[in-house]
């Protein structure tokens, strides 16, 4: 006799059930009644985020294509200070500062500006525009330079503690123009009169640098201020090292 086995039953789908609307229709039909109440709306809102989009292109495109004249301009301009011509320097690093205050370029046509008015003896000049430059880019990797040239500006207008204030802002700073400013400091001290300071920084300058090539200068200064000069230090002795079993 063959076992009986249970049949699964099944779910008999009643005409009710048959009736009731899918559920992604529902969610289309519920989206397509919303799109026809608010259709004004979203058309507005639509047209409001293109010209959102295309307002923002057409900024950053304007301001990529300054970007790019200010450079050419900036170029055009340090060709000129290089080749010599100052004063076509000079009003095209004027203009360029004034046009473009908020870009590098423009900020930095304020430091080659005073160049240009160095060139042309115009130290107070100068002085106006590395102040100007010097309040915008005080972390600038120009700064010790800018304030060389401050000094240098002070110095020629016959400002002799300014000048040994910005030299002395400048000996802080590591690079090129250290050297020159430290021994900026002890010629405006020199200058004001103030002979044992300017001595107590020359014999600094030759302790912490005693091959520099500005030490024959140096020492002249401070024989000027009747200070001999001292024994220079012998030269560093190199051993050569020769390999095992050379002659």
Same mark, same amino acid.
């Given at each position: 006799m063959r076992p009986r086995t249970q049949l699964a039953t099944r779910h008999k789908i009643s005409r009710k059930e048959l009736k009731q609307p899918d559920e992604f229709q529902s969610i289309f039909e519920? %989206? +397509?009644l919303f799109f026809e109440l608010h259709l004004t709306e979203v058309l507005l809102g639509a047209a409001v985020l293109v010209v959102t989009v295309a307002? #923002? !292109?057409g900024i950053f495109y304007y301001e990529a294509r300054r970007g790019h004249e200010a450079a050419a301009r900036f170029d055009a301009a340090m060709g000129e200070? =290089? +080749?010599g011509k100052y004063d076509v320097a000079e009003k095209a690093l004027l203009s360029l500062a004034a046009d473009e205050p908020h870009r590098a370029v423009g900020r930095l046509a304020n430091l080659y500006l005073a160049t240009a008015y160095l060139a042309q003896k115009q130290p107070a000049q100068a002085r106006d525009a !590395? !102040? *100007?430059y010097l309040a915008k880019d005080d972390t600038s990797l120009f700064r010790d330079a800018a304030l060389d040239d401050l000094a240098v500006a002070y110095e020629e207008l016959g400002d002799y503690k300014q000048a040994e204030d910005a030299y002395r802002q400048a000996a802080k700073l590591e690079g090129p123009e250290q050297a020159r400013a430290q021994l900026g400091v %002890? *010629?405006?001290l020199q200058k004001q009169g103030k002979s044992a300071e300017a001595v107590s920084v020359y014999k600094d300058f030759l302790a912490q640098n005693p091959y520099a090539a500005e030490r024959p200068s140096v020492e002249e200064a401070l024989a000027q201020l009747g200070v001999g000069p =001292? #024994? %220079?230090p012998s030269p560093p002795i190199v051993h050569v090292v020769k390999p095992a079993g050379s002659p």
């Open positions: 519920t %989206a +397509g307002i #923002a !292109l200070l =290089e +080749g !590395l !102040l *100007r %002890a *010629r405006m =001292e #024994a %220079a």
